[in-house]
T-cell receptor, first 118, second 111 residues
């Protein structure tokens, strides 16, 4: 099956610093990648959708200048949380679509990155 | 009204019994439906997807879709303790890349 990796799996940083999270599709080309955030005991909240070579589409209420998304290739997307604050502490999960599949709507999820901002 | 609704649970089922998880959705234009399983502290993993009305079986799992009633369910036969997790229902329209997730149902299989 399609494999999506994320790095780092866990990060602890000081308030005001920036954190970059990488999402890679390992064995397929991801036409679209998605970034989600999940707070404890809550469901996934879509933050943005990114397509290779174009600007990300952010969901309402998500600050594009704070959550920078770069989708430089068909296998790599990055999310940078700029000037992180404690309220940004969350579980960040990326997913990717393989447009070549019959079930092209299916999203394959990365293992997630747990961010803790002190 | 939420777009995708699930009973948050917890739903407790004895080991070996059938677990039944339900999901309703509000958008009649929805075309594809997914069930994901999420263990605590982990990311979701796909169990099944279904596009057409009726049943779709995969091992111990059966997805059921009724578009007229805007209802999709997941049955887990011969429930195992390892099935204890949160189950997320997700819905998509063709032409829309995004999945809309429900809040999930927490399932506990009791040994």
């Amino acid at each position: 099956g399609a494999v999506v990796s994320q790095h780092p799996s866990r990060v602890i940083c000081k308030s005001g610093t920036s954190v970059k999270i990488e999402c890679r599709s390992l064995d397929f080309q991801a036409t679209t990648m998605f970034w989600y955030r999940q707070f404890p005991k809550q469901s996934l909240m879509l933050m943005a959708t990114s397509n290779e070579g174009s600007k990300a589409t952010y969901e309402q209420g998500v600050e594009k200048d704070k959550f920078l998304i770069n989708h430089a290739s068909l296998t790599l997307s990055t999310l940078t949380v700029t000037s992180a604050h404690p309220e940004d502490s969350s579980f960040y999960i990326c997913s990717a679509r393989d447009g070549s599949l019959e079930s092209a709507d299916e999203q394959f999820f990365g293992p997630g990155t747990r961010l803790t901002v002190l | 009204q939420k777009e995708v609704e699930q009973n948050s649970g917890p739903l407790s089922v004895p080991e070996g019994a059938i677990a039944s998880l339900n999901c309703t959705y509000s958008d009649r234009g929805s075309q594809s439906f997914f069930w994901y399983r999420q263990y605590s502290g982990k990311s979701p993993e796909l169990i099944m997807f279904i596009y057409s009305n009726g049943d779709k079986e995969d091992g111990r799992f059966t997805a059921q879709l009724n578009k007229a009633s805007q209802y999709v369910s997941l049955l887990i036969r011969d429930s195992q303790p390892s099935d204890s997790a949160t189950y997320l229902c997700a819905v998509n329209n063709f032409g829309n890349e995004k999945l809309t997730f429900g809040t999930g149902t927490r399932l506990t299989i009791i040994p």
